[in-house]
Nanobody
Framework: QVQLVESGGGLVQPGGSLRLSCVVS????????MGWYRQAPGKQRELVGT??????TKYSDSVKGRFTISRDGAKTVVLQMNSLKPEDTAVYYC???????????WGQGTQVTVSS
């Protein structure tokens, strides 16, 4: 089992920055990759970016060059968001994938609102 807890959301003006953290607990050594997703009101959940166990990252075109995913120690994954736009407003979710059991784990989500 894996547990994920996100933090760091809030209200920020356009052009500003926010740093989201995802703290992982449980069987962390079973995790093959982690990611950040987001879901805006009335829209489907979409991928923001991923980071593998070897720290290879990928990003969606909508955030490439503005967002960065990294690890802060063995148990925390960070989403650094810069140059935020109103369209980045969404609930952001942390995700962990365990291939061996074909399981996706999700955090509870953290709200990010970009508005002046």
């Amino acid at each position: 089992q894996v547990q994920l807890v996100e933090s760091g959301g809030g209200l920020v003006q356009p052009g500003g920055s926010l740093r989201l953290s995802c703290v992982v607990s449980g069987n962390i050594f079973s995790i093959n990759a982690m990611g950040w997703y987001r879901q805006a009101p009335g829209k489907q959940r979409e991928l923001v970016g991923t980071i593998t166990s070897s720290s290879i990252t990928k990003y969606s075109d909508s955030v490439k060059g503005r967002f960065t995913i990294s690890r802060d120690g063995a148990k925390t994954v960070v989403l650094q968001m810069n140059s935020l736009k109103p369209e980045d407003t969404a609930v952001y979710y942390c995700n962990a994938v365990v291939i061996q059991t074909m399981t996706n784990y999700w955090g509870q989500g953290t709200q990010v609102t970009v508005s002046s």
